[in-house]
């Protein structure tokens, strides 16, 4: 089996050991990390995303997919870095502010970066400010709001209002997601898009991005 597809399958069923130890066997041996990166890392990841969106991988099994991506995305970071490889756009995204609950934030987080993006992960219980400053200071692209309970869910009005405020809402997308929150109330607030669920917040991502 060829070393891209022993990473792929590695990162599919979750062994990050072995992603580890292929990826830099990998590195070593001189194959390219963009290489790596576009034929292995996120192939593998698409691939993930499609086995839960058929019903065949759970959170869990999602979680662990995107862990081991992640291991060999840290081996590829300084290359990428070196050579200027641009990410497919800048998210900044977290759990809006009186909202604790990170699980959902860092799966999407992580699928988001295995599919190319870069992450300015805010945290938990981040004020609309923070939204904002990371607008002004980090050129994100797209705002990612997570919230999981519904008397937090009205903080994503508060951090759409704040970008309005601040005359940078029209320079971002905005996509919300969290189990109180629906199509309907994204429409309702203003927001871009909404995903139910990790692998549809990548698909989401990309089409908002792809649109403007």
Same mark, same amino acid.
């Given at each position: ?49 499609? @086995?839960?969106?058929? =019903?065949?991988?759970? +959170?869990?099994? $999602? &979680?662990?997919? /995107? ?5 060999? %995305? !840290? ?24 909202? @604790?609950?990170?699980? =959902?934030?860092?799966? +999407?987080?992580? $699928? &988001?970066?295995? /599919? ?5 992960? %805010? !945290? ?24 999981? @309970? ?63």
């Amino acid at each position: 089996m060829e070393t891209l597809e022993i990473i792929r399958k590695a990162i599919i069923e979750g062994q990050a050991k072995e992603v580890e130890q292929h990826v830099q066997a990998a590195l070593d041996s001189g194959m390219k990390a963009t290489t790596i990166l576009y034929d292995g890392l996120i192939p593998a990841m698409a691939e993930v995303g499609r @086995l839960y969106e058929e =019903g065949e991988y759970f +959170v869990p099994e $999602m &979680l662990i997919a /995107a862990r081991a991506m992640k291991t060999g %995305l !840290g081996l590829l970071k300084p290359f990428l870095v070196e050579g200027n490889v641009q990410p497919l756009g800048k998210v900044a995204i977290a759990t809006v502010q009186g909202d @604790l609950h990170d699980i =959902g934030k860092n799966l +999407v987080s992580l $699928m &988001l970066e295995g /599919a190319g993006f870069e992450i300015v992960d %805010l !945290g938990v219980n981040a004020e609309p400010q923070k939204f904002v400053d990371a607008v002004q200071q980090q050129q994100v692209n797209v705002v990612a709001m997570s919230a999981l @309970l519904t008397t937090t869910m009205t903080r994503m009005k508060d951090t759409i209002t704040a970008l309005d405020a601040a005359g940078v809402r029209g320079k971002v997308k905005v996509i919300i997601g969290g189990a109180p929150i629906t199509q309907a109330y994204a429409d309702e607030i203003g927001a871009d898009g909404y995903a139910p669920d990790a692998s549809q917040a990548v698909n989401l991502t990309k089409r908002l991005l792809a649109a403007s």
